[in-house]
C-alpha cells in the first residue's frame, strides 16, 4: 500500500523559511513524478512546485522565486524550501505522486502551513 505523508508545516512569521518534506514508501519512489500543491480556504486546490522523474522542475506563478523542489530517491523524500514567506502563503499543503502513464495518483493528507506573526 503506498503511503504519502507531509511533515515540516507549522506557523511561521512573515518573511521567514521553511522546509516541506513528503516521504513515500510501498512504491518505487524513483519512478514517480512528484508535486506540491496548496488550499487555502475557500479557495481552489493550486499547483506550488512540481518535479519529475528527470528532475525536470516547474513552479506555480504566485510562489516562482521564492520556493525550491526537489528530491532525494536514496531517502524516497521530496522536500520543498520557501523563502520570504508571505501571509498569503498561509495554507494546506499537499504531496502528490503520479506514477506516468499508468493513472496512478497518491495523495498525502496534508499539513498546514500559516505565516503569521
Known amino acids: 500500500q503506498v503511503q504519502v505523508v507531509e511533515s515540516g508545516g507549522g506557523l511561521v512569521q512573515p518573511g521567514g523559511s521553511l522546509r516541506l518534506s513528503c516521504s513515500i514508501s510501498g512504491a518505487n519512489f524513483s519512478l514517480y513524478n512528484l508535486g506540491w500543491f496548496r488550499q487555502a480556504p475557500g479557495k481552489e486546490r493550486l499547483l506550488v512546485a512540481y518535479?519529475?522523474?528527470?528532475?525536470?522542475?516547474m513552479y506555480g506563478t504566485a510562489v516562482e522565486g521564492r520556493c525550491t523542489i526537489s528530491r532525494d530517491n536514496a531517502k524516497n523524500t521530496m522536500y520543498l524550501n520557501m523563502d520570504s514567506l508571505k501571509p498569503e502563503d498561509t495554507a494546506v499543503y499537499s504531496c502528490r505522486a503520479t506514477l506516468p502513464h499508468s493513472g496512478l495518483d497518491y495523495w498525502g493528507q496534508g499539513i498546514q502551513v500559516t505565516v503569521s506573526d
Open positions: 518535479i519529475t522523474t528527470k528532475r525536470n522542475t
